[in-house]
């Protein structure tokens, strides 16, 4: 399987900061990467599918980036409503697999 | 707008079979080519795909679950179920359904219901 290491696993940051998160993959995943936000209580909602593409609705402050093994995912001025965890998965093989996730809190 | 929700099974006894539901609104299960896909999260620990089920029926399991696992779809109730056998404390966890993309890879998850635990306890 293919592992994913997120990092750092959890932020602190204010309104309005920018904001990078990292995943790295144990092997080449090309750009087969997403990114999902989630909210305690709340369906996991995609944010970014293969590394830099936006999901439909998803503001343009996030971005994604990378290729390979490495990928960043970007805020680039956090809102109230963006403190969630974020998650990064591989859809290059099966079994897809994620990162333990990334919990964005509020300073 | 698609939306799905899961059935809630609540708490199953150790060795007995999970079973879970999850129902599909704002659209037909059986059209657009998608992959209909289970995924759980155990308390404090990470997501971990479970399996999926095209439209066609083809199925595709987790090789470390694929000889307790089950996913079917029943289009006449416009919902996709999940059966593990054999359970334990290890599968307790929230378990999410989800949407996976009409391509056979590279597969997304553009639609999740809000996930249902499932604790396993005698």
């Known amino acids: 399987d293919i592992q994913m290491t997120q990092s750092p696993s959890s932020l602190s940051a204010s309104v309005g900061d920018r904001v990078t998160i990292t995943c790295r993959a144990s092997q080449s995943i090309i750009s087969y990467l997403n990114w999902y936000q989630h909210k305690p209580g709340k369906a996991p909602k995609l944010l970014i599918y293969t590394a830099s593409t936006l999901q439909s609705g998803v503001p343009s402050r996030f971005s994604g980036s990378g290729s390979g093994t490495d990928f960043t995912l970007t805020i680039s001025s956090l809102q109230p409503e963006d403190f969630a965890t974020y998650y990064c998965q591989q859809s290059y093989s099966i079994p897809y697999t994620f990162g333990r996730g990334t919990k964005l809190e509020i300073k | 707008q698609v939306q799905l929700q899961e059935s809630d099974p609540g708490l199953v006894k150790p060795s007995q079979t999970l079973s879970l539901t999850c129902t599909v609104s704002?659209?037909?299960?059986?059209?657009?080519?998608?992959?209909w896909t289970w995924i759980r999260q155990p308390a404090g620990k990470g997501l971990e795909w479970i399996g999926r089920?095209?439209?066609?029926?083809?199925?595709t399991y987790n090789p470390s679950l694929k000889s307790r696992v089950t996913i079917s779809v029943d289009t006449s109730k416009n919902h996709f179920s999940l059966r593990l056998s054999s359970v334990t404390a290890a599968d307790t966890a929230v378990y999410y359904c989800?949407?996976?993309?009409?391509?056979?890879?590279?597969?997304?998850?553009?639609?999740w219901g809000q996930g249902t635990l499932v604790t396993v306890s005698s």
């Open positions: 704002g659209g037909s299960i059986s059209s657009g080519g998608y992959y």
């Open positions: 989800a949407r996976g993309g009409t391509s056979g890879i590279a597969s997304d998850f553009d639609y």
């Open positions: 089920i095209h439209t066609s029926g083809s199925t």
